[in-house]
């Protein structure tokens, strides 16, 4: 018994000590967390050994580094636990000097050697990979006894998916260079915009004339060029514009007293910091390339521009000499490329013949400031209808003369929206009302919006061969661009049609262009400006004038006909958007390449800082701080008003249009005295314009022009004019989509050259306007604003009392008026008496429409006597200034002048088109 029970004892003992003392037998199932697992490095980072001196340079996080670049050396990573060395690797990216962007140079392996040569400046992650080594985990108790029987077995966990064990940074500079980090800046070639190089010309006895910008309006038929894109005069260049000022110091000083300087400014400002840049050891040279911006931009780059170099000798200069020169004297070797506008097209064809000519290696940065990438909406109105193109009046520039040669010109096709521009941006670049009798044509043959390139390449190639206007056997056709085969040459309100060839070159073009990925050596930084006023779409509309054709009522047999009728036009506005600089919308400035940065421009110009548009986007600090941070080498992400995103501050604001479609210049003045519209500088051929109150903007197209100002505040408005003829004012509201209510249409109003119109505007509700047809304050009227026909046919009266008519003309109008004012008082009268009588309503409605039939004969006739006093002035006015009658008796020879003594009509057109504008205006008051 005793023996058993010791027995049983030293089996459970023996059990137990199985179960305790067993070894340990892994089928393991369990893993640990990967994310706080790390594996140490045996060193931290990376070992790069040069072939030459056979030294490594262990590269540390932090660390600063000079090696010779292109260099193939012995590479190598590892981590402090030699123990897994075999199974690390790691990715070797370099960081964007101008973003966080990263481009991945090189992968390593731990246990691995291998050649690396170093080829850019600046900051380098390594980021290292590793994986956990197995993890020996304890077997479930029941299966250690078991241990005897199926060996001493281990299953080990082992996860295959890596784990980042480290991430270092440095920076690498080429040791062959004398610069040192962050202080290493290239030289820089500046290629600036359309229009921003001056032209010359020399004529008869080798004397220079400048053709642009243009003293006159003679200067800009020697812009023209071939139908083959050659220049039909030997232009050339020599140095790129600073600011807009006068002809002479007498007109600089008044253009500056009158207008703000930085809405003249140019590259002046640019000029000046780019000079600080080199005096402060920041950069060693600059230059500027001005060009012939006539040309495409792969012309200009691969034929050169026509300069003036020292001595007055005229060569053919080339863009990428200069770049080449530049590169040999940078202290790294290289050039940053800046480029405004249509300079960011050429440097773009600049760097891709650089890479077919195997240079590329001589450009590592491009900034591009505002560049129409894709093109922009605005050049549409430029090209078609010389929107902005009149100025002096017509004297300096003449908006008929610069389309006729602009159409001419390849590198304004270039500007146009490109195929690429309508793959990113799906707003119609042009829009058709389908009521108008014109537009309707224009509706049918193209849609009532266009949104594709082909459409926009159709549109602008035929739509001058649209009969758009009415057939008229006058010659108001001449006038109005009647002839629906050709379009016209004299009115701005027709488009033009552009070259089908020109056009299919700017679609090659922008096909290379646009497809352009830089290399990872060449850092591309892209800055769109925002928070302007930018035309994003023109819409046109079909409108409607009286006008009367002198040329054809002076003819002879004249006297039976009527040369007064109304005109069916097509008038263009713009839609506006926020979302670019005033010229170029954003989306097209950023493009799809590079590092793309926004300007506020609003939220600048909100704060106190002054204007800035598409013209002097150079000279605004913001810009010019990037500038000077990509150079050095500095990420200029945290610069205040420049943003890697669409900024919102201020977006889609509701805004006032007072627009005018007529010859007056308009000048708002906001509450505290701050001044927007065109201004005429006194005693001189110049205007300009004036961008100074917040928020506000100002388009010009020919005689129309359109200001925008924030809709809450209260505003003085003063209508100048500058020559004679009817006006129409308009007040709209925009919304923050751009599209625009009418509040209020004065039409008809009569203008002189000294003549204006002042009214005031409180959120948007206008006061009634006061004409001042002399600029004296003596001859001074209102324009009503309500709808009552007695308080119009009063104000008629005033208009015509202020015409210098003769005195039966006066008369005679003055009579039938009142004629007309004595039914429309007597209805009055005795409408309020049958009213009162309620049981004669339906008297009360025969006499209203007896009264309306008796009006409207009345306003025929007048309309009739007006017509014809017209023909009748404009025939005897041709006889008395150009008839003579030569007779030879007994050998002498006189003149005589045929006089009219007898009460001579005095009815010009402008003044006939303003009596008939308003007598149509009268009739739909009755």
Request: aromatic share 10%; charged share 15%; proline share 5%.
């Amino acid at each position: 018994m005793r023996a058993r029970t010791y027995l049983f004892f030293s089996f459970a003992i023996f059990g137990v000590a199985l179960l305790v003392g067993a070894p340990i037998i892994s089928h393991a199932t369990q893993t640990f967390d990967q994310s706080t697992w790390r594996l140490p490095l045996r060193f931290t980072g990376l070992s790069w050994t040069n072939p030459k001196t056979y030294i490594p340079t262990d590269m540390k996080n932090g660390g600063r580094y000079s090696v010779p670049f292109n260099v193939l050396g012995n590479t190598q990573i590892g981590g402090i636990n030699i123990e897994y060395n075999f199974m690390e690797y790691g990715n070797l990216y370099h960081i964007s000097a101008t973003s966080s962007a990263r481009t991945l140079t090189a992968n390593f392996y731990g246990d691995w050697v291998s050649p690396f040569s170093w080829k850019q400046n600046g900051t380098y992650e390594l980021k290292i990979y590793g994986y956990p080594p197995p993890v020996v985990m304890e077997a479930q108790w029941w299966r250690r006894p078991l241990a005897f029987l199926i060996g001493n077995t281990a299953h080990a966990s082992y996860s295959y998916e890596p784990v980042l064990t480290a991430a270092i940074h440095f920076t690498v500079r080429d040791a062959n260079n004398n610069c040192t980090i962050h202080a290493c800046a290239n030289n820089v070639l500046f290629i600036p915009g359309t229009e921003a190089s001056r032209l010359y010309y020399r004529g008869t006895l080798n004397i220079e004339h400048q053709v642009w910008e243009p003293d006159l309006y003679t200067d800009i038929p020697h812009l023209a060029m071939n139908a083959n894109g050659t220049s039909k005069y030997k232009l050339y260049t020599k140095d790129i514009i600073g600011s807009l000022y006068g002809n002479n110091a007498t007109e600089n000083s008044l253009v500056k007293k009158i207008l703000n300087t930085n809405d003249l400014q140019v590259y002046e400002k640019f000029k000046h910091f780019m000079n600080g840049l080199v005096a402060s050891s920041t950069i060693k040279q600059w230059r500027a390339y001005p060009y012939d911006w006539r040309y495409g931009a792969s012309d200009i780059v691969n034929n050169g521009t026509l300069t003036e170099i020292h001595g007055g000798t005229i060569k053919r200069v080339y863009i990428e000499k200069v770049l080449e020169q530049l590169a040999s004297t940078s202290p790294t070797g290289k050039v940053t490329i800046i480029a405004h506008s249509n300079g960011g097209l050429v440097a773009k064809a600049l760097i891709q013949k650089l890479s077919a000519d195997g240079k590329s290696n001589l450009v590592d940065k491009l900034i591009m400031i505002a560049t129409p990438q894709w093109g922009t909406p605005a050049t549409i109105g430029v090209m078609l209808h010389g929107d902005g193109q009149t100025q002096g009046l017509g004297l300096i520039m003449n908006g008929k003369d610069v389309r006729a040669v602009t159409k001419t010109m390849p590198d304004a096709y270039d500007l146009l929206p490109s195929p690429t521009y309508f793959a990113h941006i799906s707003t119609p670049v042009v829009t058709f009302d389908t009521h108008g009798s014109l537009t309707k044509k224009l509706s049918d043959a193209y849609g009532a919006t266009i949104v594709s390139f082909p459409k926009l390449a159709d549109f602008l190639e035929n739509s001058a061969n649209i009969a758009l206007y009415s057939k008229s056997t006058s010659l108001l056709g001449n006038l109005f661009g009647n002839d629906s085969q050709t379009g016209s040459t004299d009115s701005l309100y027709a488009p033009t049609a552009l070259s089908s060839s020109l056009i299919n070159k700017s679609m090659e073009t922008h096909a290379v262009l646009d497809a352009w990925t830089p290399t990872p050596a060449i850092a591309v930084t892209a800055i769109a400006g925002w928070g302007q006023d930018t035309v994003k779409t023109l819409t046109y509309t079909t409108q409607q004038k009286k006008v009367c054709d002198t040329l054809s009522a002076s003819a002879i047999g004249a006297f039976n006909k009527s040369y007064c009728t109304t005109i069916s036009y097509l008038e263009h506005t713009p839609i506006t958007t926020q979302d670019g600089d005033g010229t170029v919308v954003s989306p097209s400035a950023v493009g799809n390449v590079g590092n793309g940065l926004y300007f506020d421009s609003f939220l600048f110009n909100k704060n106190g800082n002054g204007k800035i548009i598409h013209r002097n986007i150079t000279s605004a600090q913001p810009i010019q701080k990037t500038i000077k941070d990509i150079l050095t080498g500095i990420n200029p992400n945290t610069i205040q008003y420049i943003t890697t995103t669409t900024p919102t501050n201020g977006a889609s604001p509701i805004k006032l249009r007072i627009s005018s479609h007529s010859p007056v210049n308009i000048v708002i003045t906001s509450a505290n005295g701050k001044q927007s519209g065109v201004v005429h500088i006194p005693g001189t051929d110049f205007s300009g314009v004036k961008r100074d109150i917040l928020g506000s903007s100002v388009q010009v197209f020919d005689s129309e022009e359109y200001i925008n100002v924030p809709q809450n505040g209260t505003y003085h408005i003063v209508a100048k004019g500058y020559a004679n003829g009817p006006t129409t004012l308009q007040i709209e509201t925009i919304s923050g989509n751009g599209i625009a209510s009418t509040t209020e249409t004065f039409a008809n109003i009569p203008t002189t050259a000294s003549s204006t119109v002042t009214f005031s505007l409180t959120n948007g509700k206008p006061t009634a306007p006061i004409i001042d047809l002399t600029g004296t304050g003596k001859n001074t009227f209102t324009i009503p604003i309500s709808t009552n026909p007695l308080s119009y046919v009063r104000y008629m009266k005033s208009v015509i009392k202020g015409m210098d008519l003769s005195r039966s003309e006066h008369f005679v109008l003055n009579a039938r008026l009142s004629a007309i004012e004595m039914q429309l008082k007597g209805e009055n009268r005795m409408g309020r008496r049958i009213k009162n009588m309620h049981r004669r309503v339906n008297m009360y409605q025969h006499f209203s429409r007896w009264r309306t039939q008796s009006i409207k004969f009345e306003l025929n006739i007048l309309e009739r006597y007006v017509e014809q006093q017209f023909t009748l002035s404009a025939h005897l006015s041709k006889l008395t200034h150009h008839h003579h009658t030569t007779r030879a008796w007994e050998g002498i020879t006189f003149t005589h002048h045929m006089r009219l003594h007898h009460a001579q009509p005095h009815l010009t057109a402008p003044q006939a088109e303003i009596i008939l504008g308003m007598i149509d205006r009268l009739l739909t008051l009755i």
